[in-house]
């Protein structure tokens, strides 16, 4: 089914976080370069986000850039720092007609200054969107995230601002850069891939998996409203039994 009269409308995850991946395998089959795909995707972007918004999701997190794709060639980095503010100088009206605020994840300071300067300004331009918050994690990773928690915590127990005995799974989240929004409790993966790249790694502890061969570039509304349809499938019972879950 492609609609979504089948849709559980009370049953919508407010956190999905999306691996965007098959980029460059899409532009291979295709003969072209690495880039046609990564510039083919925004289509993928644009209607993931406005199919979350309609369904009711109220945190969007899409992993566009980690810590490790600064390995990648340079030429590659550029361009995609170059397609970056592109994108977000392009799609902020969008996001401002639909009242969709704007947010980051990750080590902003590594980015270039004009990419820098671009997301400040959508941020502080979307910041009174409510309908649902978009959130970019770029030059981002799970163990950065995890590493400058630590840092942080260490920091404040050194000041006595922070008692080694008070640090709790709560404590830790706090210091996370995801501290103001819910863990996800959906991950979609295109491509095919079977892992979870360094993306979150705390906070998808509970996280449900969807993972579909299709590569990024091709992902639609349709492809999105099947994976909620996947997630309500579900039974979601966090350590506990079936019947522990079926009466509380």
Excluded at 33 to 47: D, N, W, Y
Excluded at 69 to 82: G, I, K, S, T
Excluded at 179 to 204: C, H, K, V, Y
Aim: hydrophobic share 40%; net charge neutral.
């Amino acid at each position: 089914m492609t609609g979504k009269a089948d849709i559980d409308t009370q049953n919508i995850p407010a956190h999905v976080a999306v691996i965007m991946d098959g980029n460059g395998r899409w532009a291979k089959q295709r003969g072209g370069l690495r880039m046609f795909g990564h510039q083919s995707a925004i289509t993928a972007v644009r209607e993931t986000v406005e199919e979350a918004a309609e369904l009711g999701v109220r945190y969007l997190t899409l992993y566009a850039f980690s810590t490790e794709n600064w390995n990648r060639p340079a030429l590659e980095v550029m361009a995609l720092m170059q397609l970056l503010v592109h994108t977000i100088r392009q799609e902020t009206a969008t996001l401002l007609k639909n009242s969709i605020r704007l947010e980051s994840i990750g080590d902003i300071s590594t980015l270039p200054n004009n990419c820098q300067r671009e997301l400040a300004e959508a941020m502080e331009l979307t910041k009174a969107g409510t309908r649902m918050t978009l959130v970019l994690a770029l030059s981002y990773s799970g163990r950065w995230d995890l590493t400058q928690a630590a840092r942080r915590m260490a920091a404040d127990v050194a000041n006595g601002q922070l008692q080694p005995a008070d640090v709790s799974e709560k404590t830790v989240a706090s210091y996370l850069v995801t501290a103001s929004m819910p863990d996800p409790e959906l991950l979609i993966r295109t491509s095919g891939e079977q892992r979870i790249s360094n993306f979150l790694l705390w906070q998808l502890a509970y996280t449900e998996l969807y993972i579909t061969d299709l590569l990024w570039p091709d992902f639609r509304k349709e492809h999105f409203r099947e994976a909620i349809r996947a997630y309500q499938r579900r039974e979601r019972r966090f350590g506990k039994t079936s019947e522990q879950v079926a009466v509380s």
